[in-house]
């Protein structure tokens, strides 16, 4: 008998964020796989099962719960924020793609979840009002000199770039390298937003030009957004300063690298 996979978005950790499609996701499986903190965040009942994992083990955690669901069960693989971004749906995918015939016959679903990117741009205002793209700076799956490129690429199209995965204590560097580079492209009065923890306790939004912007501002928890030469800051003395990208594409000195 075949089961089912549900891969559900928890948002960015604030439980007011997680959708009540995914809470009814939750509710209705047996068997959770996914990154230990995130299976954390879940309120299981006793009869509920745990599957946590090491966060680069993506394939091997999606080939388990598609086997489980293959033979009845009824799975869910967790993904903080939305699963479809720099997450476990894509794994499950290429796991279903290469798999035995048998896993596509699996009832699957994909819930989404508010990601980190909006999370962080709510607190902020409207940073991604305009055209933007989503880069991870992570070079465990595609090489350095890739990233560069698309960062290159976004800017000169004045694309706003919100970064996940912007440093690790394996890459402790890369986020400088990538504001160097940015500065060749870009206004240094662009406003960055650094993101961090996003809705949970812990959360710490900073806002600084790119002059300013360094890699140390940024943890593994935080989520970097880099706008255009359109991107407006509005002071507001005590305030947090509102960062917002404007609807209407005035096209000033600088606004599309050209
Ligand atoms: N699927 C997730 C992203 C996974 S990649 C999502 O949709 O949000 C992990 C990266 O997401 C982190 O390195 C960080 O850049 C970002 N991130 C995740 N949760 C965050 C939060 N609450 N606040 C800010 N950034 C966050």
Wanted: net charge negative.
């Amino acid at each position: 008998m075949t089961g089912s996979l549900t891969v559900v978005g928890l948002g960015p950790g604030n439980p007011d964020q997680m959708t009540t499609e995914a809470l009814a996701a939750i509710a209705a499986a047996e068997d959770f796989f996914g990154y230990f903190p995130y299976i954390d965040r879940l309120n299981l009942r006793a009869d509920q099962r745990r599957h946590a994992s090491d966060n680069r083990e993506e394939l091997v955690r999606a080939r388990a719960a598609l086997e489980m669901a293959a033979n009845g069960g009824r799975v869910c693989v967790v993904s903080g924020g939305d699963p479809g971004v720099f997450a476990m749906a894509a794994a499950v995918c290429e796991a279903i793609d290469e798999g035995p015939v048998e896993w596509r016959q699996i009832e699957l679903s994909v819930i989404p979840g508010v990601t980190a990117m909006l999370a962080v741009a709510a607190r902020a205002g409207a940073p991604l009002g305009h055209d933007f793209c989503a880069i991870s700076l992570s070079n465990n799956l595609k090489p350095w000199p890739v990233i560069e490129k698309r960062l290159i690429a976004a800017a000169r199209a004045g694309f706003v770039m919100a970064f996940y995965n912007p440093v690790s204590k394996a890459r402790p560097h890369q986020l400088d390298e990538a504001f160097d580079l940015l500065r060749g492209y870009l206004p240094v009065a662009v406003p960055v937003v650094f993101g961090r923890a996003a809705g949970r306790p812990d959360e710490a939004i900073r806002i600084v030009p790119l002059a300013e912007a360094q890699g140390g501002m940024a943890d593994m928890a935080t989520c970097v957004i880099v706008g255009t030469a359109e991107t407006r800051i509005i002071q507001r003395g005590e305030n947090r300063p509102i960062v917002y990208s404007p609807r209407y594409f005035r096209g000033g000195s600088g606004s599309d690298g050209a």
